[in-house]
């Protein structure tokens, strides 16, 4: 709302819109975020059950590496670095989210940009809070989360599902 009124220069319409709009907005971004952390949850468990799986089936990927010109302890590995590698990535987003945006819910503080109103931007008129700002980086950071982890399993070379349902 804060940014919707800053940006439109109308006068008390401008509340009006701001306050609209950004109910509007408030319920999309929370729709979303409800979605993402469904997404970053269920990421989590299929990680969590694939390490405990691969743990279980391990003996039969070195007994498969025994056999001549067989790699199974290679892909084992490669199974289980990509799954353990989206715990820290997960956990690093969400710090960054908090650091970013000052999301105290997060244990975030201060926000990064604080204290200072951003210039006009192109085709605005008037200054944009810049805590708002740093808020919407945060969100953004959240909201990127499940395909961060993705990203990760996929650098590590770690065949299998797409875990965040992204693209």
């Keep these: 709302g804060n940014i919707i009124d800053n940006v439109l220069n109308l006068g008390f319409l401008s509340k009006i819109i701001g306050y609209f709009g950004g109910s ?14 469904v997404r970053v949850f269920v990421m989590l468990l299929m990680a969590y059950v694939m390490i405990i799986i ?12 025994a056999l001549p010109g ?42 990064l940009l604080k204290g200072q109103d951003v ?16 808020k919407i980086i945060g969100l953004g950071f959240l909201m990127m989360t499940p395909e961060a982890g993705n990203l990760v399993k996929n650098a590590i070379g770690a065949k299998g599902p797409n875990l965040g349902g992204g693209a």
Excluded at 24 to 37: N, P, Y
Excluded at 54 to 65: D, K
């Design 24 to 37: 509007v907005a408030g319920i999309i971004a929370s729709i979303a975020l409800l979605f993402v952390m």
């Design 54 to 65: 691969l743990t279980m089936f391990a003996p039969f990927f070195f007994l498969i590496q």
């Design 70 to 111: 067989q790699n199974g302890a290679r892909d084992w590995f490669k199974q289980m670095a990509g799954n353990v590698a989206i715990f820290p990535t997960v956990a690093l987003m969400f710090i960054f989210a908090a650091m970013l945006g000052g999301l105290g819910g997060l244990g975030g503080g201060e926000p």
């Design 119 to 134: 210039g006009q931007f192109p085709l605005f008129s008037g200054d944009i809070d810049a805590a708002s700002i740093s």
